[in-house]
């Protein structure tokens, strides 16, 4: 498996263990450890580059080596096994990574794994509240307050957005890119591993883009907020307008008003968890924890909505 990583900002060949693990933890992939299983003649590589808001690492130790990870809460990271193969210890499960192999990694996850002489390996680091942002921005709604990526391993699509996007991060001179272009990139890529890898997040019916910039705040405040009661005042001093003006706004961009666009949005919530997570067991928990206090009322506007009641998608779910 390969990719092509022609520019980058820094390179180490042939460099210590200590000096590898030094320049992980400095650029943002956690604490390393590597313990060599033989001796014998280093054939260390490295290449690290930063990309609007990631961290991006090409490396291969060159000999044996059990390596002890620990995440902190740096992000989330996307481990991709190159060459050779890795066996590793995580989520108190064993798993062989063979060349083609990937798997998310959780913020404060440590792993160790045993690497085999000719294993390489490429890791993406995603800062949490940026994969968080992208979830809200792409209209997705998460069953949990953290995102969670299933702890499987699954072959890297050698085809399609993913690998493309990366491959051309990898390539790509960044001054020859503005800021936003950066960023955006980021988000793409961001949205592609969502769409790759089995997680707690799904696509909610509202639209998330909206040509207002005060359309694109209030979605965001309220899924910042969204157990919390909202005020329609609360709203309105968001933006600095009046609470007329706010109607108007909301009529002239959504058709909806401010209270039934905020309904939608934690009924879209609340089919989230019921959907994906499995600490749920039943649909009083969910709709007291959106503010849904009259239970009736909560089953009819989320059939409504979402097409079903909420008892059929926790049943669903449970199966």
């Given at each position: ?11 180490a060949v042939d460099a210590s263990t200590q000096t ?110 940026f994969l968080h942002q992208t979830v809200r921005e ?182």
């Amino acid at each position: 498996m390969r990719f092509d990583f022609s520019v980058y900002d820094l390179q180490a060949v042939d460099a210590s263990t200590q000096t590898l693990a030094s320049i992980l933890f400095n650029k943002g992939f956690g604490e390393y450890h590597f313990t060599e299983k033989t001796r014998q003649q280093k054939q260390s590589t490295l290449k690290f580059k930063a990309f609007g808001g990631l961290s991006i690492v090409e490396y291969g130790v060159g000999i044996a080596s059990y390596v002890s990870m620990s995440n902190a809460d740096l992000g989330y990271q996307l481990h991709v096994v190159l060459t050779g193969h890795s066996t590793e210890q995580c989520h108190n499960s064993g798993r062989m990574l063979r060349a083609g192999d990937s798997m998310m990694i959780m913020p404060k996850e440590q792993m160790i794994s045993y690497d085999s002489t000719d294993c390489k390996k490429l890791i993406v680091t995603i800062p949490t509240e940026f994969l968080h942002q992208t979830v809200r921005e792409f209209g997705y709604f998460c069953a949990t307050e953290q995102i969670h990526f299933a702890p499987v391993v699954s072959r890297f699509p050698m085809a399609g957005p993913l690998f493309n996007l990366l491959n051309d991060m990898l390539q790509q001179d960044k001054s020859a890119l503005g800021e936003r272009a950066l960023v955006y990139y980021c988000k793409l890529l961001s949205g592609a591993i969502l769409n790759v890898f089995h997680n707690t997040v799904v696509p909610g019916s509202l639209s998330a883009e909206s040509l207002h910039r005060h359309i694109t705040r209030i979605r965001h405040y309220v899924l910042d907020n969204i157990t919390t009661d909202i005020t329609i005042e609360e709203l309105a001093h968001l933006c600095q307008i009046s609470r007329k003006s706010l109607y108007n706004l909301f009529e002239r961009e959504t058709g909806l008003t401010p209270s039934t666009y905020v309904r939608r949005l934690k009924l879209e919530s609340a089919h989230a968890e019921l959907k994906n997570n499995e600490r749920i067991k039943n649909v009083t928990q969910v709709a007291l924890k959106y503010g849904f206090t009259n239970l009736g009322r909560f089953s009819a506007q989320y059939r409504e909505q979402i097409g079903e009641l909420p008892s059929q998608t926790l049943r669903d779910f449970s199966y």
